[in-house]
């Protein structure tokens, strides 16, 4: 039986009068790779950002591990999001903190842990990414995907339930894209919970346990890589994903 981890019900959210997301519901399972696709404003990263309530939502509840998320109370909140991590598109790392620093400090600020035993959980999350080598450089010293596997060293440090990424390649250069969605498929591969906004059509397909494609704020359409990328019934879908493929030269 799938084992539900985290339950979104009809999350909303207005900007004035413009509604950015309207009436969104998802449910994921553990070890699920849901994959959010749609044009720039459809709602995708606003979803995100409601789930872990860096956005308040205006309408909505959400449940993680069947226990619903109070998010007024700060207790609950708190609690919450070292459950949740989140990886950006630019990846949010202090610039004068080195890679290890970056990945340490939310072990001893938040978890309370002493300072040598966050650094060695630092090292071990650096190598599993694959930056063994560079756990004392800064981040002006890195490369974008050097910077975003250490964002992503950071989440995992955290030991979350879920992980959400927010387009984590469109900051980056074409050649160091793979690097980063090379990291994503082993956490994949390995049983972690992701929702992920990504444009990588191809990657998608090969690992999503399902796709959801967003327009105006809604989820419009979901289903299997297979039936989203080659037998969508929404027309607009269809189009989407042919455009997609074809921008990013991948064969569908």
């Known amino acids: 039986m799938p084992e539900p981890i985290l339950r979104i019900e009809n999350v909303s959210k207005r900007y004035g009068k413009k509604e950015v997301l309207r009436g969104a519901s998802l449910t994921v399972n553990k070890g699920d790779l849901k994959i959010l696709i749609g ?27 069947e226990k619903e998320v109070h998010y007024a109370h700060k207790r609950d909140l708190y609690a919450y999001r070292q459950k949740v991590g989140m990886i950006f598109q630019d990846f949010n790392l202090f610039d004068h903190l080195t890679a290890l620093e970056n990945v340490r400090i939310g072990m001893v600020k938040v978890k309370g842990m002493a300072k040598a035993q966050a650094g060695e959980r630092a090292v071990a999350e650096l190598e599993r990414v694959g930056l063994k080598e560079h ?4 981040p002006a010293q890195l490369s974008g995907g050097q910077k975003q596997r250490v964002s992503i060293a950071r989440a995992l440090a955290m030991d979350p339930k879920v992980m959400l990424l927010d387009e984590p390649t469109s900051a980056l250069d074409p050649e160091l894209i793979g690097e980063v969605l090379a990291v994503i498929r082993d956490l ?22 399902e796709i959801i494609f967003m327009e105006d704020g809604r989820i419009s359409e979901r289903g299997t890589p297979e039936k989203i990328l080659f037998q969508a019934e929404n027309a607009r879908t269809r189009e989407f994903c042919a455009k997609i493929a074809e921008f990013y030269g991948e064969k569908r």
């Open 39 to 65: 044009p720039s404003g459809a709602g995708k990263s606003t979803l995100l950002q409601c789930i872990n309530f860096l956005v308040r939502p205006d309408e909505g509840r959400i449940w993680l591990e």
């Open 135 to 138: 756990t004392q450089k800064y």
């Open 188 to 209: 994949g591969e390995n049983g972690m919970t992701m929702i992920m906004a990504t444009h990588q059509i191809a990657f998608a397909g090969s690992l999503a346990s």
